[in-house]
DNA sequence: TTTTTTGATAAAAACGATATTTCATGCTAT
DNA sequence: ATAGCATGAAATATCGTTTTTATCAAAAAA
């Protein structure tokens, strides 16, 4: 009998370490990081045979990942031409960030209005987390970015927590990971900006004095402050091919 | 060699018909008509190797279609446990009839904001090819339910169809769907109310003389209309299981 | 040259079979 | 009587192979 093919590294454990049930689980979350992070550059072709071999699983496997890659736009696929790593460009940023922040400021809002003892004592806890790591972030910046990245998502999504509507929340994590990826992409430190603490600090004031349209405002600018980085990443740069 | 068994209707020519490339595609159009008509209910088991033997396909090709079904939160799955329908509530309702108000609203305002001549054009075909169909109604109504909702779907698709975010169309039109199968899963004659024609009327001018306010005021009130009607059906049903 | 046709190759889609897991049923021991 | 365990049937998840489709390049025709 001869030796199967060895899988690039070992998917199984890895899942389980994940939290993912399935193998479909553990690819689905591996190439989602994988094309969030770059790795897997926007427009490039997703190769079933290929990825089969790497991951060291079954090719339907490997399809049904992609095809529920789809739901997050993350994924495309035409026809019997396969799937592709969604393209970027930047009208579509700039749609991804009006959509942000309607969406943001609408689930803010909510979670002002709605919001209990617990949502401002998860919100004062997230903030305290992430104000100690910026305090470091000046002295040793690479060494706590990734800390940072999780601290300050954590943040955000104290914020809205008492949203209740599902729908909101999810379209706004969609639109949040995607936006996420094209920061990625870019380059972008994303901790650079000196001011990103004081920003914090004026929205979790806002937040906390329960002043919506203050609080709403300060998210927005946030926002937009992204659309001019990504704006100059792709000045110079007219299209992007496989 | 034995005959295969025989699928209950041919789904090869089925999908050629209804422009599907491939037998996901095929598979996939058919199951979500069939959960948005109610023909599986919500919160229903999906069993593959039943709509295997039902579509005459393979495993796969079912497990793609439902896992792409997910896309529009029409079909969940939980490790190891399968698929089936999503499940309905008051409360989903409610978000989804919250977020359908507000991203409708938006989409209509910028498309008054863009809109140029082509898009006025489409809106007063579709207006007009609606009203017509409006004016039968009265007399036979069972006879043209079928081809007036198309035509109100197309005349409300043609008033937003100048907003150029595609992210906003995009969602917009996962909750008018999701908001279209709790109206058929109850049994609501959406043509019954008299007013449905004033109704429409009253959007196009208000759209046409480029009000946004009035116009956007008009459709948020057409949304929360349809609220009540669902909260009745939902009175004296606590829960609904398989 | 330019356009068409043809053939070869690579990839995607679809299938059928196998291995695992879940769930329900009935049995046993306390 | 009931809680817990064992057992088997049903269904899921996964795999490797077969069939179909697209792509590309070279040859033939215009």
Redesign the pocket.
Known sequence: MPV?EPPLYDLATA?KNGGA??????VFSRLREDILSGRHQPGE??????L?KEF??????I??ALSRLMSESLVT???????RVSAVSLQDFRDIAEMRKILETIALRSSIEHGDDDWEAGIVAAYHRLSKVEERLADKPDDVASEWGDLNQAFHDALISACGNRWLLNFRKILHDQSNRYLRLSLVDTTAPRNVHAEHEAIFKAVMARKPDEASELVGTHIDRTVGVIAKQFEGRPEAAE
Chains 1, 2 share one sequence.
């Open positions: 199967a899942a049930k399935t193998m479909i689980e553990a072709r997703l190769r079933v045979e290929q089969r060291g699983v079954g090719a339907s496997t399809r049904e696929t035409e026809g019997q031409r396969g799937f």
